[in-house]
C-alpha cells in the first residue's frame, strides 16, 4: 500500500506532466497565433538592431521606432527592407537636426573641395575632414559655404553629437578659359588675374577692323577645351552664337559690361543692360573694394539670380541655361580695383576673378574609383526612406507583444520533466 | 573713362617734359591705325602720387640724371608689382650717358633686373611685324650719341610679361614732331609705338 508520501510525490509528478503539456501547447499557440492588428513593437535607437533582427524572424504587422539620433545606414535600410516586406513602419525623432552635407572639387586650377552644408537656423556646425578639424561655422543662416583648399578622405558636418558626412567622388579635368574682347586694359588685367591664379588662358582681342591679338591655340569655344569663356564686349555674330551653342552644350560663360546686350548673345544673357551708375567715391575701402567701381545696372529675367546689387540696383546675376552656366557682370573696369585698390586688392582682384571663372565653369568630372559609406542627409534619407516622423507613441499605446523565447520555453521544460524524473527516481518509481 | 589715355610720368629729378610732342604722335598712330577707344590727349602724372594707379602704362624720358625718390620708387615697386607697364626710353640714345646709367640704376632698384628682349618677342609682332627687332632710329643711324645701333631693347619681367620695357635707341626724339608731318615721311616711324601700346594693353 503506497504510504502517504509516495501519493503527494505522485501528485506532484502528474502536475509536473500537465504543466510540461500546457508548456508546449503555449509555445504550439504562440508560434501558430495571428498577428494582432492593434499592437505596436517599439524600440528605440540603441536596441534597433536587435529588434531588427527580431522583426526579420517574426514580421509584426506594425512598428514604431523612436530616434534621438539617425539610424546608421545599415538600419535604416534594414527599415526599409521591412517596411516594403509589409510590416507598416512609423518613428518620431523630433531631436534629430535637419543636417545635410554636399562636398565637389573646385573647379579651379588651385583645386580644393567646396563644402556646402545646410543645417538648422542658428546651429553651430563643425567641418572637419578624415585628419582634422577645417571650419566651423556659428549661427548658420540655413546653409553655408565653405571652401577647403586641402581635404582627405570623408568630410564630416557635426552639429552636436549629430553628423552627416561626403566623400569627393570625382575629379576634374583641367580646361583653359578663354577671354573674348577687344584690346583693353579690362581685358589685360582680367586675363593677367587667371593666369596668375593658375588658369591657362586663350584670348581673342580685336584691335583693328578684321585684326586680333591672340593668345594660345583655341580661339572658337569648345566644352572639350574650354572650361568656361568671358565675354567682356558684344562679340561677332558669328562668335556669339559660337557663346551661345557652348553655353548651351554645358558651358560655363561670363558677359561683362554692355556684351549682353549683343543681339547674339540675347537667348543666354542673365539680363538687359541698362544705364550706367557712377560711384560715389573713387577711394577703394578694402571691405567694400568694388563700391568704388562705376558699372552698368542689369535688369535680370526672372530666373536669374541675383548676385550682387548696390543701392537697389543689380550689378551681377546669374542663371542657367539648358546645361550650362552664364554670370553677368556690370562691371566693365575691374582692373581699376587691382590698380588702384588697398593693399589686398591685388590678391582680391585676382580671387574674384578666378572664383567666377569657376562657379560657371563647365565641369569636366573624371569619376574616382572610391566606394563611400557617405551619409550626407541623414535626416533627408530617412524620410525618405521611411516617410514623414509620426507622433511619438503615447504611454498607453506603446508596449510590446508578449513573446517568450522558444529557449526560454525549452529550458523551462526541461527543468520540469527533470524534477519529475528526479522525483519518480527518489520514491523507487521505474 | 574706358578709352586708353597716354600717361607721360612726371618726376622730381632731370627733365622729365623733354618730349612734349611725343604723346600726340603716338596717340595720332593709334587712332589711325587701331580701333582702339584712345583719349584725343594725353595726361602728366606725377610719379610720386596716387594717379599712376589711374593709368596702367606710363611713359618716362629725360636726358638728366633720374634719381627716384622714396615716394616715387615706392610707387613703381607697387605699380609694376600690381601690373602696371612702364615705357622707359632714353633722350640721349647713348649707352653709357648719364641718364643710361642711373635709370637702369633705379630701374633695377625699384622693379627688377633688366633683360635683354630677343627680338623675335611677342613686342615686336604685337601689332606691326618687326622682324629684325626693334626699329633704328635715324639717330643711331646718323651716328650721334654712342655711335652705335642698340640691337635689343631690354626688360623687366615679371610673370612672363614685360613690366618695365627700357630703350636707349631714343625714341623720343624720333616720335618728337606733330602728327601732320607724318605725311612726309615715305614711312611712319610711330609704327613701333603702336606695337608698345598694343603690348601693353593685350600681354
Known amino acids: 500500500m503506497p504510504s502517504r508520501d509516495n ?30 492588428e492593434l499592437m505596436i513593437e517599439t524600440a528605440r535607437a540603441a536596441g534597433l538592431p536587435g529588434a531588427l533582427a527580431r522583426w526579420t524572424l517574426a514580421p509584426p504587422r506594425r512598428v514604431h521606432v523612436s530616434l534621438d539620433e539617425a539610424p546608421a545606414r545599415s538600419d535604416r535600410d534594414w527599415l526599409r527592407a521591412i517596411r516594403r516586406a509589409g510590416t507598416s513602419v512609423a518613428w518620431d525623432g523630433g531631436a534629430i537636426p535637419a543636417l545635410a552635407i554636399e562636398v565637389a572639387s573646385a573647379a579651379s ?49 557635426s552639429v552636436g553629437s549629430h553628423r552627416a558626412s561626403a566623400t569627393v567622388r570625382d575629379t576634374l579635368a583641367p580646361r583653359r578659359v578663354l577671354v573674348l574682347g577687344r584690346a583693353s586694359w579690362e581685358a589685360k588685367f582680367v586675363i593677367a588675374a587667371l593666369e596668375e591664379t593658375g588658369w591657362e588662358v586663350d ?32 562679340p561677332s555674330p558669328s562668335m556669339g552664337a559660337a557663346v551661345a551653342r557652348y553655353v548651351r552644350a554645358g558651358g560655363g560663360a561670363i558677359l561683362t559690361g554692355a556684351s549682353g546686350n549683343a543681339t547674339s548673345l540675347a537667348d543666354i544673357a542673365v539680363g538687359r543692360v541698362g544705364a550706367r551708375v557712377r560711384p560715389a567715391s573713387i577711394a577703394f575701402a578694402d571691405d567694400t573694394p568694388r563700391q568704388a567701381l562705376g558699372f552698368l545696372t542689369l535688369r535680370p529675367r526672372s530666373d536669374a539670380i541675383i548676385i550682387e546689387q548696390r543701392d537697389g540696383r543689380v550689378a551681377a546675376a546669374a542663371r542657367r541655361v539648358d546645361a550650362g552656366r552664364v554670370a553677368q557682370l556690370g562691371y566693365d573696369e575691374t582692373w581699376r580695383w587691382r590698380l588702384a585698390g588697398g593693399v589686398p586688392a591685388l590678391d582680391a582682384h585676382r580671387d574674384w576673378w578666378s572664383s567666377l571663372v569657376s562657379s560657371v565653369a563647365y565641369r569636366a568630372a573624371v569619376p574616382l574609383s572610391r566606394e563611400t559609406r557617405d551619409d550626407g542627409a541623414p535626416l533627408a534619407r530617412l524620410v525618405d526612406a521611411l516617410g514623414p516622423p509620426s507622433a511619438p507613441l503615447g504611454a498607453l499605446a506603446t508596449g510590446t507583444r508578449w513573446s517568450p523565447s522558444p529557449a526560454l520555453l525549452f529550458a523551462f521544460i526541461s527543468l520540469l520533466l527533470l524534477a519529475e524524473l528526479a522525483s519518480r527516481r527518489l520514491r523507487g518509481a521505474p | 573713362m574706358r578709352e586708353f589715355v597716354f600717361a607721360t610720368a612726371q618726376y622730381e629729378s632731370g627733365d622729365w617734359d623733354s618730349a612734349p610732342l611725343v604723346p600726340a604722335n603716338v596717340i595720332d598712330s593709334i587712332a589711325r591705325y587701331t580701333s582702339i577707344d584712345v583719349a584725343p590727349t594725353g595726361v602728366i602724372v606725377a610719379l610720386s602720387s596716387r594717379d599712376i594707379f589711374r593709368h596702367p602704362m606710363l611713359y618716362l624720358t629725360g636726358h638728366l640724371p633720374v634719381r627716384f625718390t622714396t615716394a616715387e620708387r615706392a610707387n613703381v615697386t607697387e605699380f609694376v608689382r600690381r601690373g602696371g607697364f612702364l615705357f622707359v626710353d632714353d633722350h640721349n640714345h647713348d649707352i653709357d650717358g648719364a641718364f643710361h646709367k642711373t635709370a637702369t640704376e633705379e630701374i633695377h632698384r625699384s622693379a627688377g633686373p633688366l633683360v635683354e628682349l630677343p627680338n623675335d ?74 606695337n608698345v601700346v598694343v603690348y601693353a594693353l593685350t600681354r
Do not use: C
Open chain 1, 7 to 36: 501519493r503527494v510525490r505522485t501528485a506532484i509528478e502528474h502536475a509536473l506532466r500537465a504543466l510540461v503539456l500546457l508548456t508546449l501547447a503555449l509555445a504550439v499557440w504562440i508560434s501558430a497565433r495571428p498577428p494582432d
Open chain 1, 109 to 157: 586650377p588651385r583645386g580644393g573641395t567646396t563644402v556646402w552644408v545646410a543645417a538648422p537656423r542658428q546651429a553651430r556646425v563643425a567641418i572637419a575632414d578624415a585628419i582634422a578639424p577645417i571650419d566651423s561655422i556659428g549661427a548658420v543662416m540655413g546653409a553655408a559655404t565653405v571652401f577647403a583648399p586641402v581635404s582627405a578622405g570623408t568630410i564630416h558636418a
Open chain 1, 203 to 234: 584670348a581673342r582681342l580685336s584691335i583693328a577692323p578684321g585684326m586680333d591679338v591672340t593668345q594660345g591655340r583655341d580661339r572658337t569655344p569648345d566644352t572639350a577645351r574650354h572650361a568656361a569663356v568671358v565675354v567682356l564686349e558684344a
Open chain 2, 121 to 194: 618677342h611677342a613686342l615686336y609682332r604685337a601689332f606691326f611685324h618687326f622682324a629684325d627687332g626693334p626699329p633704328t632710329t635715324s639717330h643711331e643711324l646718323n651716328g650721334w650719341g654712342d655711335n652705335l645701333v642698340h640691337k635689343h631693347l631690354q626688360g623687366v619681367i615679371r610673370d612672363g610679361r614685360v613690366a618695365v620695357l627700357y630703350s636707349n635707341k631714343d625714341y623720343s626724339s624720333e616720335w618728337g614732331y606733330h602728327p601732320d608731318n607724318k605725311r612726309f615721311l615715305a614711312i611712319d616711324n610711330t609704327k613701333f609705338a603702336v
